[in-house]
């Protein structure tokens, strides 16, 4: 654990009160007290369309994690054969859970939230979910990423398998294929080996065309970005005040995320806002969150955007939401996270 020391200032208006508070977000660093630093467990999606190959790049991936000196847990979910598949990683992981059913993005979900919340958080533990082959991927990753009691897993990292050989060949299927693939911060192909050149130059165009832009990756080079991710990644804990110590903090901000989360200022202008979310970058395929207005200063209101075309539409929620503090859930790979940072950050003086 690392102790954080701070030197107390001072933020009446509301431009200095959101930028202190992001600050203390992003550095760890919180008014007037001392901090501890944990550390936060990788928390890794496995996505792809149903028999694109997510079993065999676990079963590679699992040995190369080990070599990292990381300590995988699984959860797999499937429609029937979760606990079959279960036992082909008993030898490979600390810690295998089989979820048969529905997708854990709906109908099993609830059953994905217990697993998550009971999960005995240690130091080089990584968490990895194999989803089953239909599943509603930017939907997972929204539950995943709003939720406050998963507070000690980083934020979402999805990696999807692509069949080389059925990629866009899947008939009306093809549409989730293409949306399961658009969020993922690292891609990996599978079947390589067993389709022509001209086929994987026709892969890797299609791929491009459909905006995917996920990292090209190995069973080696994920088990490298998640051993940087779990020495990155930290989770404030506020403590009382203690004397002597002074270390740094650490950010995972530069890490290819699926999503991110970033403060918004407590109050904001309807209009001003509806204009930000209008200019937002084409790398944010989806972006959701909670928000308050001056115009409605007692109401919270639950805000969801869909790509570029989609209309930005607020739900009203009352008075007090489970989630009481205003912030912006974005969702897309490579997303410009400092870029995006300052654009709020000019919301708050805007207002």
């Given amino acids: ?48 369309f149903l028999g694109s190959g997510k079993t065999t790049f676990l079963k590679n991936l699992m040995p190369t994690l080990a070599v990292e000196g990381l300590r995988p847990a699984l959860i797999i979910n499937d429609y029937q054969n979760a606990r079959i598949d279960a036992e082909q990683f008993r030898d490979l ?28 958080h240690d130091s080089g533990r990584v968490l990895l979910i194999e989803t089953n082959g239909t599943t509603d991927s930017a939907q997972l990753i929204e539950c995943l990423a709003l939720d406050p009691s ?51 130059d026709a892969v890797l165009e299609s791929l491009d065309e459909c905006g995917v832009r996920g990292m090209r990756t ?16 930290v989770s404030p804990r506020f403590e009382p005040e203690h004397e002597g110590l002074d270390h740094h903090a650490h950010s995972h901000a530069s890490h290819h995320f ?21 200019e937002l970058p084409a790398e944010v395929l989806r972006a959701k969150g ?23 539409r607020f739900f009203p929620v009352g008075r007090e939401p489970r989630v009481k503090t205003p912030l912006l859930l974005l969702i897309g790979p490579s997303l410009p996270i400092e870029e995006l940072r300052v654009r709020v950050a000019k919301l708050a003086s805007a207002c």
Avoid at 110 to 115: G, I, K, P, S, V
Avoid at 177 to 194: G, K, N
């Fill in 258 to 278: 699926a999503s991110c989360e970033i403060l918004l200022p407590e109050i904001l202008d309807r209009k001003v806002f509806e204009a930000f979310m209008e």
């Fill in 93 to 120: 992981a600390e810690e295998v859970k089989a979820l048969s059913g529905d997708c854990v993005c709906c109908g099993s979900r609830d059953a994905l939230l217990e697993a998550l919340r009971a999960f005995q």
């Fill in 150 to 200: 998963l507070k000690n897993f980083s934020p979402p990292v999805q990696l999807s398998v692509i069949d080389g050989k059925r990629w866009q060949r899947r008939f009306w299927h093809n549409a989730l294929e293409r949306e399961q693939a658009r969020t993922a911060s690292h891609v990996y192909l599978s079947r390589t080996d067993s389709i022509p050149a001209e086929r994987m």
């Fill in 218 to 233: 190995s069973p080696a080079s994920f088990a490298k970005d998640l051993f940087l991710i779990s020495e990155a990644a």
């Fill in 1 to 48: 654990m690392r102790h954080l020391s701070v030197v107390a200032g001072t933020a009446l208006d509301p431009a200095s009160t959101f930028a202190r508070r992001e600050k203390e977000r992003e550095t760890g660093l919180s008014q007037e007290l001392w901090i501890i630093i944990t550390e936060m467990t990788p928390l890794v999606l496995i996505v792809g």
């Fill in 290 to 312: 909670i928000v308050v207005f001056h115009d409605a200063p007692q109401e919270f209101f639950v805000f969801q955007k869909v790509g570029p075309d989609d209309d930005l």
